[in-house]
């Protein structure tokens, strides 16, 4: 598993230490954070600095809607249910979020670099240098 992935905590459970689950970046700040079962979140630009907040948008709201709308994110939907009531394990889980990780990743930025090109076209080259200097997998 990628090391910005954290497992959330069962129910009633308090995770110790960093409380976000996420499919977030990697970058030295979170932009914002996606928690399966909640709303995408896009933290204040004003404190993240982040260039582009519509295409911070754009990317949290893909993995919502991967989550939701493909057979894979209701499976893991329903793996996390299994496993808040003890009939799945946490490896369980924690597979379902490693074999999509790629693909989440994928495709939100996909989403975001579309964000930028349509709201600064001569900026985008210069965003998808920003994202490959950012180291994703340890
Ligand atoms: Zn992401």
């Known amino acids: 598993m990628p090391h ?3 497992l959330p905590g ?3 459970q308090r995770i110790t230490g960093r409380e976000i689950f996420s499919f977030d970046r990697a970058a030295l700040k979170t932009l914002g954070f996606y928690v399966p079962g909640k709303t995408a979140t896009v933290n204040d630009p ?3 600095g982040a260039r582009f907040p519509h295409a911070i948008v754009a990317h949290e709201l893909t993995h919502q809607s991967l989550m939701i709308n493909t057979t894979f994110g209701l499976f893991t ?3 996390n249910a299994l496993r808040e009531r003890g009939f799945a394990s946490d490896d369980v889980f924690q597979t379902c979020h490693e074999v999509q990780w790629t693909v989440q990743e994928a495709v939100a ?3 975001e670099m579309a964000v930028v090109a349509r709201e600064a076209p001569a900026k985008l ?5 920003a ?3 950012v180291k994703m997998v340890p």
């Open 4 to 6: 910005n992935v954290t």
């Open 10 to 12: 069962k129910s009633g």
């Open 46 to 48: 004003a404190f993240t």
């Open 77 to 79: 939907h329903l793996i």
């Open 109 to 111: 930025t996909y989403a």
């Open 125 to 129: 080259v210069g965003e998808i240098n």
């Open 131 to 133: 994202h490959r200097r």
